[in-house]
């Protein structure tokens, strides 16, 4: 599996960024770049080669779910791979994000274990 | 629409599960699905099929639980699938023949339900069975959040220090959000603001293993969570039990920092087991909502009737609709009519509390506009009729009815907008109380005036430069308890607030019965730090006016409250900006009052207006020191250093306004014209014009969007006679006159 990948995560809680980069980088991925909101996420995707998105859900100005919808909706970043971020398996809000095209989710708290191995389900199917 | 295309999605379903082999419904194929199925059941209740739309719903409940992982036999479940898109194909098949389907389709609904342990009911068209939380099956088994030897404690110090950090920050910006939310408690925003924080420090400590608080912020924000869905309403009770949640987090994340630091052993040792009861009153909706009670229910609560009787006046007024209940009763002589009375005028005060309305603040402000208007174009008309010597004395005495009356209006208009400071008091208390715990000392806070109104607007504008004030009075401005004890002084210090109205402003005294200003000690660090070169001659007044410049500051260490780099000087010019003026009383050993004027609104401007060349224009007056027309002598034009005029014995700077907005000046001679000196933040200094008009309030217009960033100029003005007047703004002038 190709750990070289670059990972973009999104999330407006500093420490929350920083918590699934250590568990990203225990389990061998080093190219990683962030983004505090949605906003500037799309703005990170437009300039970076992102293969790779981890985002949260729940975030001020543009939620998880609107930046999926956005990605999907760029021609560019449609096929880019996206994990959401959730805190409980809230039924309503996974359905609309599997709608809206979501690869995968994974609820709060995770192992790096767990989270390896949904990132390389999601990279298995491509 | 016809069955044509509902054939065709269902054969696109079809192909797309051809081409799947059954190991791989993965989420993004289950999406998929669910959108296919989503367009099919529109489709199909247009039509009005009703056996699609129920195996749709059962196949939707498949794919659902696929997704949310809950599925004992995942493969048995998706055979479920298959046989449904087949037999989707058969309906809809005989629907197109016969226009109908005969044969019996609730065995599939059972079978879904089987394998997915659900209860499915046929006949709707979306959901089966609605559970908010996904089913707690479905938590346990999934394997990745296995909570047995804590595979996701993260021991990492670092991480525990930014999550401190950011932990604190969130708390802070959820108090200012929960005093937000009480005074508009339906604005979703609002709720939405508290509720994100708390969700980010949940989703945090749940990596940290701290379970206490992971708990209780999730306890918080599910509360939140009801009252964003309308579920719970936002009673006074849901805030303050979310102001004491975010209190309890505080102080547990604080208590952290301790045991990081090494102070304490137990960090999480808390009891929360009230305030989570607490919580679950609130959530239980236990405490009563208020609304206005019918008059049986208070003549029941006084004693006056029992229920019995009141039941009996109730057949009575169903018999006779035009007949109250009260009349009913009196008639029947089971209450007196004191008692009635009474209860009446309870049940009004009580309806007076519920008697305000919530107005959209932009529809005031167009309403204050148009009220603004109003006055001016009155003021117009009347300065017309005055200048027509046939004007009647009928006419004018009519006009100047209009003027009281649209004076009047525009004084209620603008009063609509007006607040109490109480909010901002309070906030301003809790403030000093944590600033004073972190430094160490024991203070009490005092109030007066909360009640004293300020425009909305204002009171945002003023919480910044109120806060810096609290932090360096608490901070450098009071003792210590050791140094209060030993000058013999009561060991709590006392900071004051104070909000009164004086002469058009809003004044906010911050005072506190510390050391007071030390003169010696203002001095030699001005000096030191080159904020002034010559301190022969200064007033008190003026020294203590030293800390407000730029450049001092007189905290002897930096601390963690206040003296970051940031000193007063902020803190006037943040109130100059919002057009106010700052003071000091101090005395040595006896403590320092800061007195901060704002005006009452920041639509208005009191200022002076002046003649250049044919323009006018309006300076604040608060910027005004003095005006004055200089001798010959005083004027002096030194190569290469510029014109400066000699005010009192001090030489300023001279501004040539027409220079610099290229205006053909009546008067060009400083002694022929007139020199107003106005005060910048930094510098004074004399603005040349050509004569004094007068005094004027005026109503702030602002330029437009094309026109927003004119240096020198913050506004205009429509005046009396229906011209426009340019406002100055003094320090962009300055600025202005410093580059050209």
């Known amino acids: 599996m190709d750990k070289n990948i670059k990972i973009l995560i999104v999330d407006d809680f500093t420490t929350m960024r920083k918590v699934i980069r250590n568990l990203l980088k225990s389990v061998g991925y080093e190219n990683i770049i962030e983004a505090e909101d949605g906003a500037i996420a799309l703005r990170t995707l437009k300039n970076n080669e992102v293969d790779f998105i981890i985002s949260d859900w729940n975030m001020p100005n543009m939620s998880g779910l609107e930046l999926l919808k956005a990605v999907r909706a760029d021609s560019e970043l449609s096929k880019t791979p996206f994990l959401m971020v959730t805190a409980e398996a809230l039924q309503d809000n996974v359905i609309a994000a599997v709608k809206a095209g979501v690869s995968n989710y994974i609820v709060k708290p995770f192992t790096a274990e767990v989270l390896n191995t949904k990132i390389e389900k999601i990279l298995e199917t491509l | ?740």
């Open chain 2, 1 to 740: 629409m016809n069955i044509e295309a509902l054939l065709k999605s269902i054969d696109l379903i079809a192909s797309d599960f051809l081409f799947l082999d059954s190991q791989d419904m993965n989420i993004p194929t289950a999406g998929k699905f669910l959108n296919s199925l989503e367009g099919l059941t529109g489709e199909a209740a247009e039509l009005g099929i009703v056996p699609v739309l129920d195996v749709a719903k059962g196949m939707n409940v498949i794919l659902e639980c696929v997704i949310l992982d809950s599925l004992a036999d995942k493969e048995k479940a998706i055979s479920t699938f298959e046989r449904g898109i087949a037999l989707l194909q058969e309906i809809a098949d005989e629907y197109k023949k016969t226009g109908g389907y005969s044969k019996e389709y609730a065995s599939y609904l059972q079978q879904a339900g089987a394998v997915t342990g659900m209860v499915i009911e046929a006949k709707g068209a979306a959901r089966a069975v609605e559970t908010k939380q996904a089913d707690p099956p479905q938590e346990e088994k999934q394997p990745d959040a296995e909570v047995s030897g804590q595979p996701f404690l993260i021991q990492d110090e670092s991480l525990l220090r930014d999550f401190i950090a950011e932990g604190t920050e969130y708390i802070e910006e959820i108090e200012v959000n929960i005093l937000n939310l009480e005074n508009n408690p339906e604005d979703k925003d609002y709720i939405n603001a508290i509720f994100r924080p708390f969700h980010s420090i949940k989703g945090v400590a749940s990596f940290l293993n701290l379970e206490k608080i992971r708990g209780l912020s999730h306890n918080l924000e599910s509360l939140l969570d009801k009252a964003r869905n309308g579920e719970l309403s936002v009673t006074p009770q849901l805030i303050d039990v979310v102001l004491a949640g975010a209190d309890a987090l505080k102080s547990m994340i604080s208590s952290l920092k301790e045991a990081l630091e090494g102070r304490n052993g137990n960090p999480l040792d808390v009891d929360l087991s009230d305030l989570e009861k607490r919580i679950q009153n609130v959530d239980k909706g236990i405490e009563q909502e208020r609304s206005v009670k019918k008059l049986g229910e208070i003549l029941i609560e006084d004693g006056a009737l029992s229920e019995e009787a009141l039941e009996e006046g109730l057949k009575i007024k169903a018999s006779n609709p035009d007949k109250k209940i009260g009349e009913a009763l009196i008639q029947k002589g089971t209450v007196t009519p004191k008692q009635v009375s009474q209860a009446l005028r309870k049940q009004a005060e009580q309806a007076s509390e519920l008697s305000t309305i919530r107005v959209d603040t932009r529809k005031l402000d167009d309403l204050i506009d148009m009220v603004g208007e109003l006055v001016i174009t009155q003021t117009m008309v009347q300065q017309d009729i005055s200048n027509q010597e046939n004007g009647t004395k009928n006419l004018t005495r009519n006009i100047a009815q209009l003027f009281r009356i649209a004076s009047g209006l525009q004084k209620v208009s603008t009063s609509l907008r007006m607040i109490p400071i109480k909010q901002t008091f309070q906030r301003m208390a809790r403030l000093a109380r944590d600033v004073s715990k972190n430094v160490g000392k024991n203070v009490v806070v005092e109030m007066e005036g909360e009640d004293t109104e300020l425009d909305r607007n204002m009171v945002d504008e003023i919480y910044n430069p109120l806060v810096h004030m609290i932090r360096n009075s608490v901070d450098h401005g009071l003792e210590t308890s050791e140094e209060r004890l030993q000058c013999g002084k009561p060991e709590k210090g006392v900071i004051q607030l104070k909000a009164y109205h004086r002469g058009g402003n809003f004044v906010v005294e911050i005072s506190d019965d510390g050391r007071g200003l030390n003169r010696e000690k203002l001095l030699k660090k001005a000096l030191a730090n080159h904020v002034v070169n010559n301190v022969e001659g200064l007033t008190d007044q003026e020294i203590y006016r030293l800390i407000f410049l730029p450049g001092f500051s007189t905290a002897e260490k930096v601390t963690d409250v206040s003296g970051r780099g940031v000193g007063m000087d902020v803190v006037r010019q943040a109130v100059e900006k919002l057009r106010g003026k700052i003071e000091i009383e101090s005395t040595p050993g006896k403590g320092t009052t800061f007195i901060a004027r704002f005006p009452l609104t920041m639509a208005i401007i009191d200022g002076m207006i002046v003649k250049i060349g044919k323009e006018r224009f309006i300076l604040p007056t608060t910027a005004i020191r003095q005006a004055l027309r200089p001798t010959r002598e005083a004027y002096n034009h030194i190569m290469g250093q510029g014109e400066t005029v000699n005010v009192m014995g001090q030489l300023m700077p001279l501004v040539r306004v027409y220079d610099l907005f290229n205006i053909e000046p009546e008067k060009v001679n400083p002694w022929d014209a007139i020199l107003i000196v106005v005060e910048g933040a930094t510098s004074s200094k004399c603005l040349l014009v050509d004569q004094i008009i007068g005094k004027a309030e005026v109503v702030i217009k602002s330029l437009g969007d094309g026109l927003r960033d004119i240096d020198g100029i913050s506004g205009g003005a429509i005046m009396g006679d229906g011209q426009i007047g340019l406002i100055i703004d003094p320090e962009g002038l300055f600025e202005l006159s410093e580059r050209c």
